[in-house]
């Protein structure tokens, strides 16, 4: 048999692996050893051995013999994740299965965890499958958080038909309806927020609508007014020197492009968006009150 170094084999497996899968391999116990010795690898409880580079949480949910769960989970899943600034005091999410055993990570001031029992079988190193993630996050943080989680997953084509009926099995009553009010085209998960938020008042928006002279812009409301939500990096003018202008420039440009047509925009940014929602509800419907989404 072939010399098999630890770490590689590691990769092949995931970031997390027990002692019999590496040896199964064909990776030498002397060789498991070593590895942990110069820091190839490392070993996160007896029998079980992680890559150097392996995520804290992935870590930390196989110290407890289970796999993250919830918003890390989807984060790590390439989700989008609605983040709220909330998240570094907020409990570690595990995932057991239905027939997980936790076991103390041995971690100073690891008590507060929030165990996740839905269906499935806990591998270790393995993510827990999207539509569990999306189960957890619905219960755990709500229907906004699950809403941009879902469509996020719908636009990378990582939820099967099967998946989404197991989920809407699943999911609180109150959330089923939003899997008919998603949709998979959705740029970013701040356009499904804004989007999701104004179907609750009652406004219909039409998204990623292509204007000439003007571009793409995030919404359209009835015939004229446009709602761009600017993403955390928009107004970063690191890129001038390389784009001929910063970003921020472009979008008075775009904006005043689109005056000219007659059109009118209201443009908020992320942070308005996720932590001031009622100044931007407020000012959107004070412009269809006035009648500024009709053309005259």
């Not at 939500?229 to 979008?251: F, I, L, Q, V, Y």
């Amino acid at each position: 048999m072939s010399f098999v170094h630890a770490a590689t084999a590691l990769r092949t497996i995931g970031p997390v692996a027990r002692t019999h899968e590496l040896r199964a391999r064909g990776v030498t116990q002397r060789e498991i050893a070593r590895a942990a010795a110069t820091g190839e690898i490392r070993r996160v409880r007896q029998g079980v051995y992680a890559l150097a580079d392996a995520s804290d949480a992935m870590i930390h949910a196989a110290e407890h013999g289970g796999a993250p769960a919830c918003q890390e989970a989807g984060r790590l899943h390439s989700l989008w994740v609605l983040d709220t600034g909330d998240e570094k005091n907020a409990p570690f999410h595990l995932w057991l299965g239905t027939a997980g055993d936790r076991r103390p990570c041995g971690r100073r001031g690891c008590s507060d965890v929030t165990v996740h029992w839905d269906a499935g079988t806990v591998a270790l190193g393995r993510l827990p499958p999207v539509e569990n993630v999306l189960l957890q996050i619905a219960v755990c943080a709500g229907e906004e958080a699950f809403f941009v989680a879902l469509e996020s997953g719908l636009r990378q084509s990582r939820l099967s038909a099967r998946a989404l009926d197991w989920l809407g099995w699943r999911l609180p009553t109150s959330m089923r309806r939003l899997l008919a009010f998603a949709r998979s085209d959705a740029d970013s998960g701040l356009e499904s927020l804004v989007r999701l938020r104004l179907h609750r008042v009652g406004i219909a928006v039409r998204t990623q609508v292509q204007i000439d002279g003007v571009g793409e812009v995030d919404f359209v409301i009835g015939d004229r007014l446009i709602v761009e939500a600017d993403g955390k990096e928009n107004h970063d003018d690191t890129e001038k020197a390389r784009e001929g202008g910063s970003r921020r420039h472009k979008d008075l440009l775009r904006d005043a492009r689109a005056a000219a047509l007659g059109y009118e925009t209201l443009r908020f940014d992320y942070a308005m968006i996720v932590h001031d929602w009622p100044t931007v509800e407020a000012a959107i419907l004070a412009k269809v009150a006035a009648g500024a989404h009709l053309r005259a």
